[in-house]
């Protein structure tokens, strides 16, 4: 891996980020179920052309946990702390699953500081999930913790909805891990705050050039929910990562690299 920093930004609760290289920034956001090191393929691929970085969100990974319930705007406004810390105006902000829902909220709040905007396996709101969806998604997360258990004890199972089915052990172990390092209150937390988001209705006013990713065999996030996002979204373009599902840029690193890199040098202001 490319050698990297890691830098804790505050105030509390600090944000851990690591990073690498120089020139435009790109920052990388991890799922409800992750951390910055889902993003270790992209910071060696990506490095050599821009300022790579990957952030844990507050909570997750090296970040501070932080009291009382979230607020999801909360992301937000420490995505821009990020940004200020680095001292840039505007970056190519890229979302998974959560943190593409976080991308859009960043949107919404701090328009003005985006270059791009590349949204993976994501959607525009649980509100507009089925009941029966919705239910499922909390019965396998949430639930068994309430009930007792850790973490570590729903990571296969939960990972095991989450992959595709020609998925590599690689890559179902990396989910694993970063599931396994779950910090368990602050994940509830973000769970509870994730089920209750508003739906997006505003994608329309997004003037950003935008991209949407998604695996092929995603269960969760499916390819129907992407091009309907993308088609919410004036002049987003659409790619589907073959024979990947959710966790798209870990499943297949390689495709997923150069489809976003791609797009990221076509919309480059260098």
């Not at 690498?20 to 920034?25: I, N, Q, R, S």
Request: proline share 4%; hydrophobic share 40%; aromatic share 8%.
């Amino acid at each position: 891996m490319i050698a990297t920093q890691l830098e804790k930004i505050g105030p509390a609760p600090r944000i851990a980020v690591e990073h690498a290289g120089k020139g435009e920034l790109v920052i990388f956001m991890h799922g409800i179920g992750g951390n910055r090191r889902n993003w270790y393929d992209q910071i060696d691929a990506f490095a050599p052309h821009f300022h790579a970085a990957a952030w844990d969100a507050r909570g997750y990974g090296d970040s501070d946990d932080y009291d009382g319930p979230l607020n999801f705007g909360s992301y937000a406004d420490d995505l821009a702390r990020v940004l200020d810390k680095f001292r840039v105006e505007r970056a190519h902000v890229v979302g998974l699953s959560m943190g593409g829902r976080i991308a859009m909220d960043f949107v919404t709040r701090y328009a003005s500081r985006l270059l791009t905007l590349t949204l993976c396996d994501t959607h525009k709101g649980f509100a507009g999930f089925s009941e029966e969806k919705k239910k499922a998604f909390i019965a396998s997360r949430k639930e068994p913790l309430l009930a007792g258990k850790e973490p570590k004890d729903i990571a296969e199972p939960v990972a095991r909805t989450l992959v595709g089915p020609n998925a590599s052990e690689a890559a179902f172990r990396s989910l694993v891990d970063s599931m396994c390092r779950l910090h368990k209150d602050s994940y509830i937390k973000s769970i509870e705050a994730s089920v209750m988001m508003d739906v997006r209705d505003d994608l329309y006013t997004i003037k950003v050039p935008t991209h949407v990713v998604v695996g092929s065999e995603d269960r969760l996030t499916t390819v129907e929910m992407a091009r309907e996002l993308a088609g919410d979204i004036p002049g987003a373009e659409l790619t589907v990562i073959d024979d990947a599902g959710h966790l798209s840029n870990i499943e297949k690193p390689a495709e997923f690299n150069a489809a976003v890199l791609g797009f990221l040098h076509r919309h480059s202001s260098r």
